[in-house]
């Protein structure tokens, strides 16, 4: 399985010549090359993980796939007129080669005023763990590869740092960054990346475009 880095939080993995798309954004490059998709998981409503225009370019390629997304999102769409299969903590569900696990259930706190909604995160292939905008653990699972949040108006870098000191991955790298300038990145990236050494893990700075062979 391959993973590509898009801006902010997309990803997308490869896997047997099918695709899976991963919080494709606004923030995100506008997807242009989505033939062979089988899914698409959209981990929560906010726009910087998802837009309609998005979700139509991945459907107009593939109009096979599937959407997977909490009941946010699944309100969120339908207003758009974009079907989305539900999905909810300690579901599963098999998108072509892509075995998926969904856990958590809700984004992390950004103030009081504002309304807390749903956000899955995702285990694909039982490798690479995406939590979404959260800092929920997938209990029982000895992670592989894992998606770092290291900049967002609900986080700080130490909590970032303690997450991936508690999960403990063998392999991290950074996600949801686009809210940082390129000194906030490197001083992000350098807080996770020894985070990850302390568990003997090693640390990938992937830039938006850059590949991982998993």
Same mark, same amino acid.
């Given at each position: 399985?391959?993973?590509?880095?898009?801006? $902010?939080?997309?990803? =997308?993995? /490869?896997?047997?010549?099918? *695709?899976?798309?991963?919080?494709?954004?606004?923030?995100?490059?506008?997807?242009?090359?989505? !033939?062979?998709?089988?899914? !698409?998981?959209?981990?929560?409503?906010?726009?910087? $993980?998802?837009?309609?225009?998005?979700?139509?370019?991945?459907?107009?390629?593939? +109009?096979?796939?599937?959407?997977? @997304?909490?009941?946010? &999102? %699944?309100?969120?769409?339908? /207003?758009? @007129?974009?079907?989305?299969?539900?999905?909810?903590?300690?579901?599963? %569900?098999?998108?072509?080669?892509?075995?998926?696990?969904?856990?958590?259930? *809700? $984004?992390?706190?950004?103030?009081?005023?504002?309304?807390?909604?749903?956000?899955?995160? %995702?285990?694909?292939?039982?490798?690479?763990?995406?939590? @979404?905008?959260?800092?929920?653990? +997938?209990?029982?699972?000895?992670?592989? =590869?894992?998606? &770092?949040?290291?900049?967002? +108006?609900?986080?700080?870098?130490?909590?970032?740092?303690?997450?991936?000191?508690?999960?403990?991955?063998? *392999?991290?790298?950074?996600?949801?960054?686009?809210?940082?300038?390129?000194?906030?990145?490197?001083?992000?990236?350098?807080?996770?990346?020894?985070?990850?050494?302390?568990?003997?893990?090693?640390?990938?700075?992937?830039?938006? @475009?850059?590949?991982?062979?998993?």
């Amino acid at each position: 399985m391959r993973l590509t880095k898009f801006e $902010h939080a997309g990803l =997308l993995l /490869e896997k047997s010549g099918r *695709r899976l798309f991963v919080d494709p954004g606004m923030f995100t490059t506008p997807i242009t090359d989505a !033939v062979g998709t089988v899914a !698409v998981v959209i981990t929560h409503e906010h726009p910087d $993980h998802w837009t309609p225009e998005q979700l139509r370019r991945i459907l107009d390629a593939s +109009p096979d796939a599937v959407v997977y @997304g909490p009941e946010g &999102v %699944v309100a969120a769409a339908g /207003e758009a @007129g974009i079907a989305v299969t539900r999905v909810d903590p300690g579901d599963s %569900v098999e998108a072509g080669p892509f075995p998926l696990r969904f856990f958590g259930g *809700r $984004h992390a706190v950004i103030h009081s005023s504002i309304p807390v909604v749903d956000n899955v995160g %995702v285990l694909i292939d039982e490798v690479l763990y995406y939590p @979404g905008d959260s800092w929920a653990v +997938p209990e029982g699972v000895e992670v592989d =590869l894992l998606a &770092v949040p290291a900049g967002a +108006p609900w986080m700080k870098i130490a909590e970032a740092m303690d997450y991936v000191l508690e999960v403990k991955p063998k *392999r991290s790298f950074p996600t949801h960054e686009m809210v940082l300038s390129l000194a906030g990145k490197s001083m992000a990236n350098d807080r996770i990346q020894w985070a990850t050494e302390q568990g003997g893990g090693e640390f990938f700075g992937l830039q938006p @475009g850059d590949s991982l062979d998993l």
